[in-house]
């Protein structure tokens, strides 16, 4: 059978911002072969999608409202283990990429990579059933960093989501039933524990291990 009459590969794409999904689907339409039969921009709207239409790839982001990125791949794995799932991802951590190859997704794609990676990953999915960057690669390979729960108490984390979210010691404090001061001594544990110098970092590891939303 010639290339051009070979069964154009069908995707569905799913981000939660609009120009950054057009973007993809120009690039996705660029592709030979290739076919975008439908967009969601959230979790929900992705899975009511696939019940009426069956791509061959599902191209996701992770942080979406709602449903994210990684409990999709677990009902896509579940209710229909055919379709493979790319990840396309802004979160460049270890953690975030082994927990989407573990919820299911068969590819995982930076959203700072080259254009080109975005072929590779989907005739490499197509053709061998996985697709990763090199630099995935070697992330996989490496050991996990400590879990959040291995590194602070449960205390902490709810002192940690509060100060992230914006929050200041005292208005943490009448919530916790805590002093000011008690609530002060948690964040400089917290901040000697996991080795952050200030707030913004505090912050960024916050929303890289989705105790607030970016």
């Known amino acids: 059978m010639r290339p051009e009459e070979r069964a154009p590969i069908r995707v569905v794409l799913a981000d939660d911002h609009e120009l950054v999904r057009s973007g993809i689907n120009a690039l996705l339409t660029s592709i030979s072969g290739v076919q975008v039969i439908a967009e969601a921009g959230s979790g929900e709207e992705l899975l ?5 239409v069956r791509p061959d790839i599902v191209i996701t982001d992770i942080g979406m ?13 579940a209710e229909s283990p055919e379709v493979r799932v790319v990840v396309l991802s802004a979160d460049d951590s270890i953690e975030a990429v082994k927990k989407a190859v573990a919820s299911g ?9 080259a ?17 990763f ?10 050991p996990s960093a400590p879990q959040l729960h291995q590194l602070l108490t449960e205390r902490q984390v709810e002192v940690l989501t509060m100060l992230a979210s914006g929050k200041s010691a005292k208005e943490i404090g009448f919530e916790l039933g805590l002093s000011s001061k008690t609530v002060d001594a948690h964040r400089a544990n917290i901040m000697e524990r996991l080795n952050l110098r200030d707030n913004a970092s505090l912050i960024r590891y916050a929303i890289r291990n989705r105790l607030v939303k970016d």
């Not at 997704?105 to 990579?113: L, P, S, T, V």
């Not at 254009?115 to 697709?131: D, I, N």
């Not at 960057?133 to 490496?142: E, H, I, M």
């Open 133 to 142: 960057t090199s630099r995935v690669t070697q992330d996989l390979l490496r």
């Open 115 to 131: 254009k080109f990676e975005l072929e590779l990953a989907v005739r490499g999915v197509m053709q061998t059933g996985s697709y």
């Open 48 to 52: 009511g999608i696939l019940q009426t």
């Open 65 to 77: 409202p709602g449903i994210d990125g990684y409990a999709v791949c677990e009902r896509i794995r």
């Open 105 to 113: 997704a068969c590819g995982y794609i930076r959203k700072d990579a």
